[in-house]
């Protein structure tokens, strides 16, 4: 019986190696060194993307540069060690993500507003031959947008009024359903 992807499993050693590459990648604000750390078909999933993914070297780059454009101080910082999967090849990073919205971000078409934002979040790396064939990035988009000032804070007048639009939408959309 071959061994699949499922049951291949990665060594605390090489997840290590592999952070500290993929660190080093974003710190050099090279979009190729990132890329250069995935399988050519790479799936790359973020919620800054609005849903669809990213695909190949190509997609990785385009995203790494946008956001650099968006932050130019961008910076990514390791909050705690690597999580290796006993099941699968597949590595867990907490991080820590901030930098100042002075560019406009593509993938929603959102202008800059000169704000900063601090994050946590968790990336999931799922490895084949050494690459990150499929990214996976968890972390809170609505806080994220609210301290850009994209969404407002929490209890404003302004949040207010998006909850009786919302309430509105859904109430017309149950009358269409009907």
Known sequence: MGTTEQQQTLDRQFAEDFAERYAEAWASRD???LAELCTED?????PGLGGEPLHGRAGVERFAAATFRMAPDFDV???EPVYVS???PRILAPYRMSGTMTGPWEFFDLAPTGRRFVVEGVDSWLIRDGLIARYDTYYDSADMSRQLGVLPEVGSSADRALTRMQHVQAR???RSAE
Request: proline share 6%; net charge neutral; aromatic share 6%.
């Open 31 to 33: 979009p190729r060194r």
């Open 172 to 174: 017309l959309q149950r």
């Open 77 to 79: 910082e390791d909050t």
């Open 42 to 46: 790479v799936e790359w999933h973020d």
């Open 86 to 88: 006993a099941v699968k």
